[in-house]
């Protein structure tokens, strides 16, 4: 089945960088109908949209990470990653690897969870101030 591994998280001080890391086994990243993102989920809340990128490489953002996260992919590693700049409170949640098929070319993934069918474990990121 596929499986999604997430790595790199840990505890930064406000302003300071990440790079979360996504491994995929079971799945091709590269597959004609692949798309994954980023999601994340603090304690009690729903889980967040942050980035998604569609077949073609095209990505989506949520508003409140414009600018500083920027999602990458390396197929030959068959890993997705995440690099968080200029890091805020705000951003400390559980950060989660997602992938779903059925992406053909243009289309690009909604930042909602039910719109993904495969899942890792998460990491925990935490901003302190």
């Known amino acids: 089945g596929v499986r999604l591994v997430e790595s790199g998280g840990g505890s930064v001080q406000a302003g300071g960088s990440l790079r979360l890391a996504c491994v995929a086994s079971?799945?091709?990243?590269?597959?004609?109908?692949?798309?994954m993102g980023w999601f994340r989920q603090e304690p009690g809340k729903e889980r967040e949209g942050v980035v998604t990128?569609?077949?073609?490489?095209?990505?989506r953002h949520a508003d409140s990470v414009k600018g500083r996260f920027t999602i990458s992919r390396d197929i030959a590693k068959n890993t997705l990653w995440l690099q968080m700049n200029s890091l805020k409170p705000e951003d400390t949640a559980m950060y989660y690897c997602?992938?779903?098929?059925?992406?053909?070319?243009?289309?690009?993934?909604?930042?909602?969870?039910?719109?993904?069918?495969?899942w890792g474990q998460g990491t925990q990121v935490t901003v302190s101030s």
């Open positions: 990128i569609g077949r073609d490489g095209n990505t």
């Open positions: 079971g799945y091709t990243l590269n597959y004609a109908y692949a798309c």
């Open positions: 997602a992938a779903r098929t059925g992406c053909s070319n243009g289309f690009l993934p909604p930042l909602q969870s039910w719109s993904f069918g495969y």
